[in-house]
C-alpha cells in the first residue's frame, strides 16, 4: 500500500472511531436497593418505549450435576404464574407490551419493551414473580412437557442436534459446562418435584442476585420510585454458594467419532479458551471474525470457495463467565475425506501467522465490529440487556469500552493467541459420519 493510501486509510478509520463515540457512548445511573437488587437506568427520549431487562445470576452451571435442566426449566415456569398473578402474558399485551427470556450456561435473563405510560405494570408483574411463583402441580407437569418436547426438536429429531450432547462432554471433564443449558438428560426434568424447584427458587431467585436494567423513555426519578414500590418489599435471601471445580488444563487430543443418517459430514472442533474477562478475550473473538466474517472470512473463502471442501463452516466463542470454547463447525462436500477437510480447517488457522496482507483484513473486521456495535446500541433491548451483563462482571462501564477493547487488539497479539490456544492438544474434535446412502 502506498503511503497515499495508507493515510487515506487512517483518516477514514479514524472518522468512523469519532462517529462511535458521538453515537455509541451509553449514559447511565445506578442505585443499590437495601435487599441487593442491583438497578441501571439509561433515558432515551427518541422512543416512546421502556426496554426492562431482569438478570437472575443463575445458569445451568449453577446445577447439580444429578439434576441439570433446572435453570432451563424455571425460565418456562416464570412464564406459568406467580404468587398473586396466574397468568403474566395477558395483562402486559393488553397494555402493549411484549416479552421473551433466555437461558444460557451462566444467566436466566428475562426482558420486555412496553410503553412508556404503561411501565408500571411491567413493575407489577416482574416483581410478583420474582416475590414467588406459582408452585402447582399443574404447572409444573405442563413445563415439563414443554421442555421434554424442546429437547426432543431440538437435540433428538433434528439432524446433528446431539452434537453438543456429544461434544461439551468431550472436551469438559468436571465443570458443569459438560452439559446442555437444557440439561443431560430428560430424566431429571422428568424426576424433578415441587419440593426441589421451591429449593431452587429460593436459593436462586431474589432481589440480591439480580440486576434490573431500564433503558428507552424513563427518567431516573421515576424509576428510582417505581423500583422502590414494587421490589422494596422482597426480602433478600440466603443464596447457594457458587463452588465450581475448575476444569484442569486438556494435555492431549481429544477426538470422537459417531455415525449418523444425516444429510451430510460434518466436523466440529474446539479448543480451551479463558474467561470471559480474561485479557485476550477480545484477540479471540477478533480471530473468529478473521476465519468466519461472513463470506470474505478466511474459512469461507478458503474451504468453500476455493478448495469446495465445505458447503458451510463457521466459527464463533462461547464467551462464557467462566474459561470456555472456542468452535469452528461446518458440513463437508460430498465424496471430501474428514481428515483431509481437518488438516484444511488447521491450515486456514495458522496462516493467520503469515503477515501479508492480514493488517487490511484486520482493520476491515475491527470497523465491521464498531459498526455492528453502534446499530447494536439503537435498540433499548439491546442496551438494557448489555448493561445488566456488564454490571454482573463487575463493570456496566464495559459497555462503553467494547470497541475500544476490540480496536486495541494487534497483529502480535493476535499471532501469540493462534500460537497459545490453537494446539492439537487443547483440541477436542467431532467426526460427524453420515451413514445416508445416495
Same mark, same amino acid.
Not at 8 to 33: D, E, Q, V
Not at 111 to 138: A, C, H, V
Not at 145 to 172: H, I, M
Not at 426 to 434: D, E, G, K, R
Given at each position: 500500500?502506498?503511503?497515499? =493510501?495508507?493515510?487515506?486509510?487512517?483518516?477514514?478509520?479514524?472518522?468512523?472511531?469519532?462517529?462511535?463515540?458521538?453515537?455509541?457512548?451509553?449514559?447511565?445511573?445506578?442505585?443499590?436497593?437495601?435487599?441487593?437488587?442491583?438497578?441501571?437506568?439509561?433515558?432515551?427520549?427518541?422512543?416512546?418505549?421502556?426496554?426492562?431487562?431482569?438478570?437472575?445470576?443463575? !445458569?445451568?452451571?449453577?446445577?447439580?450435576?444429578?439434576?441439570? @435442566?433446572?435453570?432451563?426449566? +424455571?425460565?418456562?415456569?416464570? /412464564?406459568?404464574?406467580?404468587?398473586?398473578?396466574?397468568?403474566?402474558?395477558?395483562?402486559?399485551?393488553?397494555?402493549? @407490551?411484549?416479552?421473551?427470556? /433466555?437461558?444460557?450456561?451462566?444467566?436466566?435473563?428475562?426482558?420486555?419493551?412496553?410503553?412508556?405510560?404503561?411501565?408500571?405494570? @411491567?413493575?407489577?408483574?416482574?416483581?410478583?414473580?420474582?416475590?414467588?411463583?406459582?408452585?402447582? =402441580?399443574?404447572?409444573?407437569?405442563?413445563? #415439563?412437557?414443554?421442555?421434554?418436547?424442546? +429437547?426432543?426438536?431440538?437435540?433428538?429429531?433434528?439432524?446433528?442436534?446431539?452434537?453438543?450432547?456429544?461434544?461439551?462432554?468431550?472436551?469438559?471433564?468436571?465443570?458443569?459446562?459438560?452439559?446442555?443449558?437444557?440439561?443431560?438428560?430428560?430424566?431429571?426434568?422428568?424426576?424433578?418435584?415441587?419440593?426441589?424447584?421451591?429449593?431452587? /427458587?429460593?436459593?436462586?431467585?431474589?432481589?440480591?442476585?439480580?440486576?434490573?436494567?431500564?433503558?428507552?423513555?424513563?427518567?431516573?426519578?421515576?424509576?428510582? #420510585?417505581?423500583?422502590?414500590?414494587?421490589?422494596?418489599?422482597?426480602? &433478600?435471601?440466603?443464596?447457594?454458594?457458587?463452588?465450581?471445580?475448575?476444569?484442569?488444563? =486438556?494435555?492431549?487430543?481429544?477426538?470422537?467419532?459417531?455415525?449418523?443418517?444425516?444429510?451430510?459430514?460434518?466436523?466440529? #472442533?474446539?479448543?480451551?479458551?479463558?474467561?470471559?474477562?480474561?485479557?485476550?478475550? *477480545?484477540?479471540?473473538?477478533?480471530?473468529?471474525?478473521?476465519?468466519?466474517? !461472513?463470506?470474505? !472470512?478466511?474459512?469461507?473463502?478458503?474451504?468453500?470457495?476455493?478448495?469446495?471442501? +465445505?458447503?458451510?463452516?463457521?466459527? *464463533?466463542?462461547?464467551?462464557?463467565?467462566?474459561? @470456555?470454547?472456542? /468452535?469452528?463447525?461446518?458440513?463437508?462436500?460430498? !465424496?471430501?475425506?474428514?481428515?483431509?477437510?481437518?488438516?484444511?480447517?488447521?491450515?486456514?488457522?495458522?496462516?493467520?501467522?503469515?503477515?501479508?496482507?492480514?493488517?487490511?483484513?484486520?482493520?476491515?473486521?475491527? &470497523?465491521?465490529?464498531?459498526?455492528?456495535?453502534?446499530?447494536?446500541?439503537?435498540?433499548?433491548?439491546?442496551?438494557?440487556?448489555?448493561?445488566?451483563?456488564?454490571?454482573?462482571?463487575?463493570?456496566?462501564?464495559?459497555?462503553?469500552?467494547?470497541?475500544?477493547?476490540?480496536?486495541?487488539?494487534?497483529?502480535?497479539?493476535?499471532?501469540?493467541?493462534?500460537?497459545?490456544?490453537?494446539?492439537?492438544?487443547?483440541?477436542?474434535?467431532?467426526? *460427524?459420519?453420515?451413514?445416508?446412502?445416495?
Amino acid at each position: 500500500m502506498c503511503p497515499v =493510501q495508507t493515510l487515506t486509510l487512517n483518516m477514514a478509520n479514524k472518522c468512523h472511531h469519532i462517529l462511535y463515540l458521538y453515537l455509541g457512548m451509553i449514559n447511565y445511573k445506578r442505585f443499590l436497593l437495601e435487599n441487593g437488587l442491583k438497578v441501571l437506568v439509561h433515558e432515551d427520549k427518541s422512543t416512546p418505549l421502556i426496554a426492562m431487562n431482569i438478570l437472575y445470576d443463575v !445458569g445451568s452451571r449453577d446445577e447439580d450435576p444429578s439434576m441439570t @435442566g433446572l435453570a432451563h426449566l +424455571f425460565e418456562h415456569l416464570m /412464564f406459568g404464574g406467580s404468587v398473586n398473578i396466574p397468568d403474566f402474558d395477558t395483562p402486559l399485551q393488553l397494555v402493549g @407490551g411484549e416479552n421473551n427470556a /433466555f437461558t444460557n450456561n451462566d444467566i436466566t435473563n428475562y426482558y420486555l419493551t412496553i410503553p412508556s405510560e404503561n411501565i408500571e405494570t @411491567g413493575f407489577w408483574l416482574e416483581s410478583d414473580r420474582m416475590l414467588e411463583l406459582d408452585f402447582s =402441580q399443574k404447572n409444573l407437569d405442563t413445563q #415439563k412437557s414443554v421442555v421434554t418436547e424442546e +429437547f426432543n426438536q431440538r437435540y433428538l429429531n433434528q439432524p446433528y442436534g446431539d452434537a453438543l450432547l456429544k461434544l461439551r462432554p468431550l472436551a469438559y471433564k468436571v465443570h458443569p459446562y459438560r452439559w446442555p443449558t437444557i440439561g443431560m438428560d430428560m430424566a431429571h426434568i422428568r424426576n424433578t418435584n415441587i419440593d426441589q424447584i421451591k429449593k431452587f /427458587f429460593f436459593s436462586h431467585y431474589a432481589p440480591n442476585n439480580a440486576i434490573l436494567a431500564l433503558t428507552g423513555n424513563i427518567d431516573y426519578d421515576l424509576a428510582y #420510585k417505581l423500583t422502590q414500590k414494587w421490589f422494596g418489599p422482597i426480602d &433478600n435471601r440466603p443464596m447457594k454458594v457458587r463452588n465450581l471445580p475448575a476444569e484442569p488444563d =486438556q494435555t492431549e487430543e481429544r477426538i470422537l467419532t459417531i455415525e449418523n443418517e444425516v444429510p451430510s459430514t460434518a466436523l466440529y #472442533k474446539v479448543w480451551h479458551i479463558g474467561a470471559r474477562k480474561s485479557h485476550d478475550f *477480545y484477540t479471540l473473538d477478533l480471530i473468529t471474525d478473521l476465519l468466519a466474517g !461472513g463470506e470474505s !472470512g478466511r474459512l469461507h473463502t478458503k474451504l468453500v470457495r476455493e478448495k469446495k471442501l +465445505f458447503s458451510e463452516i463457521n466459527a *464463533y466463542i462461547t464467551a462464557d463467565i467462566d474459561p @470456555g470454547l472456542i /468452535f469452528i463447525q461446518g458440513k463437508l462436500m460430498k !465424496g471430501v475425506d474428514i481428515q483431509n477437510a481437518n488438516n484444511s480447517v488447521n491450515d486456514v488457522i495458522n496462516s493467520l501467522l503469515n503477515y501479508n496482507g492480514i493488517h487490511e483484513e484486520i482493520e476491515k473486521v475491527k &470497523n465491521k465490529f464498531e459498526s455492528s456495535t453502534v446499530f447494536s446500541n439503537t435498540s433499548i433491548l439491546n442496551k438494557a440487556a448489555n448493561l445488566s451483563f456488564f454490571e454482573l462482571l463487575g463493570d456496566p462501564g464495559l459497555i462503553n469500552d467494547e470497541v475500544q477493547s476490540y480496536r486495541s487488539v494487534t497483529y502480535e497479539m493476535i499471532t501469540e493467541a493462534v500460537k497459545r490456544y490453537f494446539t492439537s492438544s487443547n483440541c477436542s474434535t467431532l467426526n *460427524y459420519i453420515s451413514t445416508r446412502k445416495e
